[in-house]
């Protein structure tokens, strides 16, 4: 069983930074691809930021500049580094980890809170 544990939310001042980690056990690859997700109240869960296997990104245009997301196969874990944070980036953020293109796994979100 896949079990995916987010961790590094909070709240925080804007232009304050937070780290979030997602740490995968069970039986998984190490090397699948990775993405942050966020929703925040009353919208749709949207893209964040994802990382490949090879190591390629993409993010969000509401982040580029701001957020970086990288991964520690060793570790199993995927981080999102969001700095200059911004009171429209509060949302409950998740992980994802993509098997196919049919399957996947999610966490259980961790919740950001940015406060003007």
């Known amino acids: 069983q896949v079990q995916l544990v987010e961790s590094g939310g909070g709240l925080v001042q804007a232009g304050g930074s937070l780290r979030l980690s997602c740490a995968a056990s069970?039986?998984?690859?190490?090397?699948?691809?990775r993405g942050w997700y966020r929703q925040a109240p009353g919208k749709q869960r949207e893209l964040v930021a994802a990382?490949?296997?090879?190591?390629?990104?993409i993010y969000a245009d509401s982040v580029k500049g701001r957020f970086t997301i990288s991964r520690d196969n060793a570790k199993n874990t995927v981080y999102l580094q969001m700095n200059s944070l911004k009171p429209e980036d509060t949302a409950v953020y998740y992980c994802r980890v993509v098997v196919t293109t049919t399957s996947d796994y999610w966490g259980q979100g961790t919740q950001v809170t940015v406060s003007s």
């Open positions: 069970g039986s998984i690859f190490r090397t699948n691809t």
């Open positions: 990382i490949t296997s090879g190591g390629s990104t």
